[in-house]
């Protein structure tokens, strides 16, 4: 292959980063490996919500009622369901004191279709309640409506958590629905035409701990969730700080995830905090929108990125069902005219719930292909396996699972809804092989035995000093590059289909100023240069490199090759892929990048040993297409 480069300004040392797509030669059949020795978070359920629309069911003629409600309660295999906070038990004050409460004064006959519907749920094996809050009753609001915002009054909280702590216990003692999991607001960092209320943090934990005293005082068990702000990357920035500082105001981490997202930083909440997280809403489909196979695809992958990435423990869909109107639901239906439809995303949702079930434990999975999203998950004696296939073209793949078992293979694809297409017999250190469709999503489940002999790696690259080996800092640090200096050598080469840009940027840095920023048009292969000083290239006293990267969750693959004094390249032991959104530190050692045995130029003096001063850094991903990456502060360092 013959390159040709193009610099901007002076170019007096060896090229120190270069960005290539698309020049990564996988074997003839790439690999799903497994690794359950990396174990993640505890699967609580799937399910959705009747909120609104509670009443489309609620007035079907059966048997076409009976038939929607198996679906969804039966079929699918959901276990968790999402009510709308019954606002008209408590429509007006029930007396002047927010400590003495007035039952003849409340009101639990305003709710039938959903009372109804819970208990239908429950009678088909849904285990867990919630109820969300779109509103307070208007007299405890600022603006005195139930739409428009407005917040509790202050004078009201005592208020608001007595008509809560009511609602909850009357539902339970009265209708025989257990509350088991409560949220003050829906969606507190939005004002809308419809029931609305808008929360500060503070507030949220003023409101909170109202909620907390009373439900001590009256021995209710029900668990808090929230903020459910309308995406995950303000729930992280703006509420966690304070609704998870002692005393904690939830017991679980709930977000939707409309707005702007950061999933790996929810895998880190949870982590640093240890406290579940939800994601109890979210839809794609809007009025008139297409209902085919891609938008269901989207859900699913939405679902998998929250679970392998984000590491939600529950995922929560917008709306069991909906009216034609607005179709957003699993099904659609039309409750006086005793019609329903289930859609495609309903079958792609099903091939989660009906397979991981609550108590199952996701463990490592990673594809060779970027093209491919998937999940693994194992309870017990059974192995549940997710993979997403958005590509126009089938894919072949070898399952390198450590263990022995027979997985059933379900399929959902424009011509398929969930269907067992076949099964697969899984045995350790032998060849088993899988197809998978074009546009489709494949879910294998069955018995499948752990061999603990059988080792398969998959790669750890994506860390940060804080999660390596329990160390928090180096004492020896380099800074190989800050990009903070505009006479910085920046330069790019592309192959004759693509295009690249190479330039410093203010649009997004971790630190300082300004950061490098690559946009690219692939259809063979780019690249993008920067040159140091040789004063930062002597790495022989270091034990690691670390740079900043901005991801974009694009699931795209990538590695990294060390060229020495010697012009020998080593390379990374295995690839990772970009599963994050914002900035992240990666971290790795230098002693496992390996001397490369694919490739080497044919004027290097290989001898295995990585050798000061390096003159270059190669980054590459393998994937085709086009987008944007973000560098910043590339360091090398020791302990």
Known sequence: MIRKFMLVGSFPFLLLMILIVSITTY?????????????????????????????????????????????????????????????????TNDN?????????????????????????????????????????????????????????????IEEFAEWVTAYVKGYNEIHGIPIDVFSLTNEPDLATAYDSMLVTPDEYVQISQAIRRRFEKEKINTRLTGPETMGSLHTITEYVPTLLAEPRSVDILGTHLYAENDLPGLARTAEKYQIPVWVTEWSKLKKNEEKGIDESLTLATMINDALAIGNVNAFLYWGYWWNETTPEGLIIASGFDSWYETTKRYYMFKQFSKFIRPGAVRIAAQSDLSNLKVSAYQNGDNLTVVIINKSNSAKKLELAFPGEGNLSIYETSADKDCEKIGAIKILSKSSNTLNVPANSIITLDGPWKH????????????????????????????????FEQNDSQLGSYNGPNSQV?????????????????????????????????????????????????????????????????NLEQFQFSSPARIDWTGWKQLLFPLSD????????????????????????????????????????KIEVLAP
């Open 451 to 482: 061999d603990s002999s059988v080792k398969y790696t998959i790669n750890k690259l994506n860390t940060d000093e804080s999660s390596l080996n329990g160390k928090s800092s180096f004492t020896q640090r380099l800074t190989v590059a800050d």
């Open 27 to 91: 074997a003839a059949t790439p690999q799903l490996v497994i690794d359950p020795s990396q174990r993640f978070q505890t699967i609580d359920g799937f399910g959705a919500s009747i909120a609104f629309l509670s009443n489309e069911v609620f007035v079907m003629k059966e048997p076409y009622r009976s038939e929607v409600l198996d679906l969804l309660f039966k079929d699918l295999g959901t276990t968790i369901l999402r009510l709308r906070t019954n606002v008209d038990t408590e429509f």
């Open 593 to 632: 990048f390996k001397s490369r045995t694919d490739w080497q130029a044919s004027n290097a003096k290989v001898d295995g040993t990585l050798d000061s001063p390096i003159k270059g850094i190669h980054f590459f991903t393998s994937n085709s297409g086009q987008g944007t990456v973000y560098f910043d």
């Open 96 to 156: 002047d004191d927010p400590f003495v409460t007035n039952w003849e004064n409340l009101n639990f006959k305003k709710d039938a279709a959903q009372v109804w519907t819970a208990k239908q749920a429950l009678a088909r094996g849904v285990k867990t309640i919630v109820s969300s809050t779109w509103s307070a009753p208007p007299w405890m609001k600022t603006n005195n409506m139930l739409h428009d915002g407005g917040h509790v009054r202050p004078e009201c």
């Open 501 to 565: 840009s190479v330039s410093l940027t203010n649009e997004t840095v971790y630190e300082g100023s300004q950061a490098v920023k690559v946009e690219f048009l692939s259809k063979d292969w780019i690249g993008a240069t920067l040159s140091l000083s040789p004063s930062v290239a002597d790495w022989s006293k270091m034990t690691h490199i670390s740079f900043w990267m901005y991801g974009n969750s694009s699931g795209n693959p990538f590695n990294f090759v060390l060229e020495d004094n």
